[in-house]
Each structure stands twice: as C-alpha cells, then as structure tokens.
C-alpha cells in the first residue's frame, strides 16, 4: 500500500491480520503433528511385525522342505506352502 511521501509498505490492519493468520495455522498445524506422529510410528511397527512374519514364514518353510517333504525318489509326500491373495 502506498503511505503518504511515496512510501511503499504494509499498513498495521494488514500486518495483524497476516500475523494472525499465521499464527492459527501454526497452532492447527501443531495440534495435528503428534496424532500424525502416532499413526506413522503404528504404520512402522505394523511394517515391521508384517516383514518379521514374512521371515519367519520363509523359515518354517525352509525347514518344512529340508524335513523331507518334496518329490524324492517317486514319494508323494509333498507339503505345499504358498502364499494366498486376498
């Protein structure tokens, strides 16, 4: 806004009103950061849990087929595991 003397600047109204502005989007973003700090922190441990399961599926697995059970020999003692969708 132009002030008297050919002053460029920004009068008092507008400075408060931006200022204000600011701050209660400081305050809202404020109040939301820990409940989203919280669902990150439980989609983490859910990744987690899920990667340490997958592990210890391909384990049993591993030790499911060193036990003996595949085609060998003409045995039909074969234990299928797979992975379902759904």
Do not use: N
Not at 20 to 45: D, K, W
Request: with cysteine; net charge positive.
């Amino acid at each position: 806004m132009a002030a008297g003397g050919g002053q460029e600047g920004f009068s008092l109204p507008e400075l408060l009103a931006a200022l204000s502005a600011c701050s209660l989007l400081l305050t809202v973003a404020l109040h939301l950061f820990p409940s989203l700090q919280r669902s990150v922190e439980g989609a983490m441990l859910q990744l987690r849990l899920m990667y340490q399961l997958d592990l210890c599926a391909l384990a049993i697995a591993k030790d499911v087929r060193r036990a003996g059970f595949s085609q060998q020999g003409g045995s039909a003692h074969t234990l299928w595991i797979d992975k379902r969708q759904g």
